[in-house]
Structures are given as C-alpha cells and as structure tokens.
C-alpha cells in the first residue's frame, strides 16, 4: 500500500503562486510514476502533470510554462509548483501514484487538495 496526502492548496488571486506538495508513504519503492490531477467543477478530471522514475516529465497544454512538477526522493514528496495561476486552475487537485508490482499496476489517489483563483 502506498498513502499519498496533499497539502499547499488555498485561495489565490490571479497572476498569484501556489506550491502543492504529496507526501508518499507505506511501499513506496513500488512507484514508478506520479502526478498531479484535478477535476473542476462539472469537468472531467484532467491529468496537469507528471513525472517517472526517469525523470520524464509530461505537463497539459494549458499549463506548460507555468507549472513546474518535481519531486524529493529523499522525502518521498511530489510537488507542483504552479505560476501565473487563472480562475481556470480552480480545481481539487489530487495526487497520483502508480505503483509496479510485478506485472500489474495499482494506482493510489491523495485526499486532494482544493486549488481556488480569484479574478
């Protein structure tokens, strides 16, 4: 098992910065890849980020260039750190991880964090 808990999210005026942060527990030296989700509203949930044990990286068109996914082995955190918000990044956001055991793949869900943008 692996648990994942969020933190960072809050109110933030347009143009403003949030930095969210994962911390992963339990069997994390199963986890292959993590990232960053959020569903908005009365919108699919949308994957905005992620990252692999390789150091690849994959980001959503909306927010290339203003957001930023890393991670701390040491600490076992994922974070987000999210520039230039816009009232369209208000969304919960959750964080992800796959996990590889064997051949199957099991995939942990954070609690989410809510993200929300002022005009």
Do not use: H
Request: hydrophobic share 30%.
């Amino acid at each position: 098992q692996v648990q994942l808990v969020e933190s960072g999210g809050g109110l933030v005026q347009a143009g403003g910065s949030l930095r969210l942060s994962c911390a992963a527990s339990g069997d994390t030296i199963c986890i292959s890849a993590m990232g960053w989700y959020r569903r908005a509203p009365g919108k699919e949930r949308e994957l905005v980020a992620a990252i692999t044990n390789s150091g690849n990286t994959y980001y959503l068109d909306s927010v290339k260039g203003r957001f930023t996914i890393s991670i701390d082995n040491d600490k076992n955190t994922l974070y987000l750190q999210m520039s230039r918000l816009k009232p369209a990044d208000t969304a919960l956001y959750y964080c992800n991880a796959d996990c590889q055991r064997i051949q199957t793949t099991y995939y942990y869900w954070g609690q989410g964090t809510q993200v929300t943008v002022s005009s």
